[in-house]
């Protein structure tokens, strides 16, 4: 289907994207949607539209286009959070808007901690965190400054240096974590990334 959309920039070349498309009311978190037949982007959103946070190069490949084609919603929706149970939920790279939409719609039950992983520059500028996460050393403090309006804890990962970031894969963050905090109960929800 061929779709209009509106388009905002972002940090370090990525961009924000509305899709204006009837399926908006549809998506859920963890559906994705493939524009022109080659590029997954995972939905962050479906209140204007379908929106979608463009890596640089899709970004690049829109910046001067009208419109775009895309498929019908793909994947499965993402479970919800369970009630009374610590959540600890896991994303990286293009994944990172799926994680987005799931704590819009759940973040007033969502009880856990949130770990974002990016391999080189995130699509926002991280902040230093309000929230003190035990078990995390005192220099990884950087955090999704949306994540932190909503009082989400959460921290970040990356295969680049960036300060208040572990520097390093998001899973040995995760496990690092883990070794030292073990809830009784936990829901580990892990978003992969589309990209190969």
């Known amino acids: 289907m061929i779709c209009g959309f509106q388009r905002s920039a972002l940090v370090n070349d990525y961009a924000h994207i509305t899709i204006s498309t009837q399926e908006n009311a549809l998506a859920q978190p963890g559906q994705y949607i ?3 037949d080659t590029h997954p982007c995972y939905v962050m959103g479906n209140t204007q539209g379908i929106e979608i946070i463009a890596n640089p190069l899709v970004a690049k490949f829109l910046a001067h286009e009208k419109s775009v084609k895309i498929s019908p919603l793909q994947g499965m929706a993402l479970e919800a959070p369970e009630k009374s149970t610590f959540c600890l939920l896991i994303a990286e790279d ?13 973040r007033k039950q969502f009880q856990g901690l949130v770990l974002l992983g990016c391999a080189s520059k995130f699509p926002f500028a991280p902040c230093p965190s309000r929230i003190i996460i035990p078990h995390l050393p005192p220099e990884i403090f950087a955090a999704v400054p949306l994540l ?6 959460n921290r970040l990962a990356s295969l680049s240096d960036m300060p208040g970031v572990y520097h390093g894969s998001i899973q040995t963050l995760a496990d690092n974590w883990l070794l030292h905090y073990a809830p009784n109960a936990i829901q580990r929800i892990i978003i992969h990334s589309l990209s190969l």
């Open 148 to 153: 932190e309006d909503w009082g989400v804890p």
């Open 34 to 36: 493939i524009i022109n």
């Open 94 to 106: 293009d994944a990172i808007s799926a994680a987005i939409f799931f704590l819009k719609k759940y």
